[in-house]
């Protein structure tokens, strides 16, 4: 068994294969697919919207718009800025997802001249969804690891990402 938290030895490159990163990158991979497939099968997430993630025509990318746009809404830039994306690449996503229905722009009640990206009823129906997924996923997640290492996965990421 690898030992995650040893010095990496440079001489081969098995380390590139087992480090961290990439550990939690294929894990979150595998953990969005996952939530994506039991949105797929989910009958409370509307027709449409299931089919797209049953085709896999909705990625781990449109995924950031769901994590990050609050139920009041968010400025293009902000939404951007939550997910660790370009403004334009999320553009791209938001025009996609408002093609969908899930989202629409509207006016911003700050500022005139700003637009408000939020969710439509659609997109909420998908937003439960997302939620009752990932609530699935994690569930199969802790069967899979146990509650204990779950447990300290979930503590120890806590405090690593602040």
Same mark, same amino acid.
């Given at each position: 068994?690898?030992?995650?938290?040893?010095?990496?030895?440079?001489?081969?490159?098995?380390? /590139?294969?087992?480090?961290?990163? +990439?550990?939690?990158?294929?894990?979150?991979? +595998?953990?969005? &697919? $996952?939530?994506? *497939?039991?949105?797929?099968?989910?009958?409370? !997430?509307?027709?449409?919207?299931?089919?797209?993630?049953? #085709?896999?025509?909705?990625?781990? =990318? @449109?995924? @950031?718009?769901? $994590? @990050?746009?609050?139920? *009041?809404?968010? %400025?293009?830039?902000?939404?951007?800025?939550?997910?660790?994306? +370009?403004?334009?690449?999320?553009?791209?996503?938001?025009?996609?997802?408002?093609?969908?229905?899930? !989202? *629409? +722009?509207?006016?911003?009640? #700050?500022?005139?001249?700003? %637009?408000?990206?939020?969710?439509?009823?659609?997109?909420?129906?998908?937003?439960?969804?997302?939620? /009752?997924?990932? =609530? *699935? &996923?994690? #569930?199969?997640?802790?069967?899979?690891?146990?509650?204990?290492?779950?447990? !300290?996965?979930?503590?120890?990421?806590?405090?690593?990402?602040?």
């Amino acid at each position: 068994m690898t030992n995650y938290l040893q010095e990496p030895r440079y001489t081969t490159g098995d380390w /590139r294969a087992s480090h961290l990163g +990439r550990l939690l990158g294929e894990a979150l991979r +595998r953990f969005d &697919a $996952r939530v994506l *497939q039991l949105m797929a099968h989910d009958p409370e !997430v509307p027709l449409a919207l299931s089919n797209l993630a049953a #085709r896999q025509q909705v990625s781990a =990318a @449109h995924v @950031h718009i769901t $994590r @990050h746009l609050s139920l *009041q809404g968010n %400025r293009l830039t902000e939404l951007a800025e939550a997910a660790g994306m +370009r403004k334009q690449a999320m553009a791209a996503l938001v025009d996609q997802c408002e093609a969908w229905g899930i !989202v *629409q +722009r509207g006016p911003d009640p #700050r500022d005139a001249r700003a %637009r408000l990206i939020v969710f439509t009823p659609q997109g909420l129906a998908w937003l439960g969804g997302f939620e /009752r997924a990932v =609530a *699935q &996923a994690e #569930r199969e997640f802790r069967e899979a690891v146990g509650t204990e290492v779950a447990t !300290v996965v979930a503590l120890g990421l806590e405090v690593y990402i602040q």
